[in-house]
């Protein structure tokens, strides 16, 4: 349920980041290049120097396989006079939802230096000293060595774009009364906020136009294709949940995707199939049932028997849940995570966090 309140969204947003700024004597802002960044971004730093609180610390964690655009608008940022940046362009490892066989690229590893997407920053910093070179791990671990003392990091989510996000920032406080964050580590008093965390879409379009901030050009490129509002990522298109947005990079930006052809394997293949191959809509002729389709496809493309069996442990558990109610729709969700590689069961969680999966399981809990 939502409460609606007499402040609009953006006076709220700066209000929460005025709490920040007096709660913490450290803050810094992550950004990744897209809508939600770019306006976090510039609600920081019109705090800052309200409070004398300059230059502002910006935060971007470099996945190397960006999009030409999204590195234009972190380089308008980080370039700002009123910011401190901190670019890493470090050895990290990221999914490859493209190819069976190569199933990371190693972002920045200096063996490869002669392919790499692009040259390093002059003032980035380079070497992983953090312990660890998953990509969903560096943000603590980052913060925790390179931020001393109490800090805010501020990012940019919001609660419209998952049903789970909405349950996480709104019913359990992080920080005093703040439910908006999370930890990152608590013992040295670190930790996450989300600000714009009750913001639309419509709120984020309405803030850049009406302050006529920088956003990223993937976006009008996005639109022009139809590509539904909620569904654009301006992120590397290589993982689980954005190798859609692969297919239209090679019109969109065609020597990004050239030079990503070089750089890993599979995305030649995905790109040339396009998405109406990729995500199979209609069953193949040559199968009975979607089932059946979908048990070939993991049978012939996940070989790894660890990976194998975790997929059948979760289609198991998904089809006694699910199956009499939802029906071939489970099927071909489990086509697609097979599809784009997805053995850490990314896609899979996103689909049990979906609002009408988490009510088919409420229902069923209680009628049990």
Avoid at 208 to 217: C, D, L, Q
């Amino acid at each position: 349920m939502k409460f609606y309140g007499k402040e609009n969204v953006f006076d709220a947003a700066l209000n929460r980041i005025r709490y920040l700024f007096d709660e913490f004597p450290n803050v810094i802002v992550s950004v990744s290049g897209g809508k939600d960044s770019t306006v976090i971004f510039h609600l920081a730093l019109q705090v800052a120097r309200e409070k004398n609180r300059l230059p502002l610390r910006v935060m971007f964690l470099d996945q190397e396989a960006e999009w030409q655009a999204t590195i234009d608008q972190i380089r308008s940022i980080m370039q700002h006079p009123d910011v401190e940046p901190f670019w890493y362009q470090i050895p990290l490892r990221l999914f490859n939802a493209t190819s069976t066989v190569e199933h990371w690229l190693m972002c920045w590893d200096p063996a490869e230096e002669a392919r790499w997407m692009r040259p390093k920053e002059s003032y980035s910093i380079k070497a992983n000293t953090y312990g660890t070179d998953r990509f969903g791990e560096l943000f603590n671990a980052v913060i925790a060595k390179d931020q001393q003392g109490p800090t805010a990091n501020i990012g940019g989510v919001r609660t419209e774009e998952s049903p789970a996000r909405f349950v996480g920032l709104t019913t359990q406080a992080t920080h005093k009364w703040i439910t908006w964050g999370k930890v990152l580590t608590k013992r040295l008093d670190h930790y996450t906020f989300y600000p714009i965390y009750d913001w639309s879409y419509s709120d984020i379009w309405k803030a850049i136009h009406s302050n006529g901030w920088p956003y990223n050009a993937v976006y009008d490129a996005m639109y022009s294709y139809g590509v539904p509002v909620l569904d654009m990522r301006v992120s590397n298109v290589h993982h689980e949940t954005a190798v859609q947005h692969l297919f239209r990079m090679q019109e969109i930006e065609p020597d990004t995707y050239e030079r990503l052809t070089q750089r890993i394997a599979g995305i030649d293949m995905a790109g040339k199939m396009g998405e109406a191959d990729y995500f199979v809509k209609d069953l193949p002729f040559m199968f009975q049932s979607w089932r059946e389709y979908r048990d070939f496809l993991l049978d012939k493309l996940i070989t790894n028997p660890d990976w194998h069996a975790g997929f059948r442990r979760i289609f198991k558990r998904h089809e006694d849940l699910f199956l009499d109610v939802i029906g071939d729709r489970l099927f071909k969700v489990h086509i697609s995570s097979i599809l784009t590689n997805d053995w850490e069961h990314v896609k899979l969680r996103n689909f049990e966090g979906r609002r009408d999966i988490n009510d088919i399981r409420r229902a069923k809990k209680a009628l049990a």
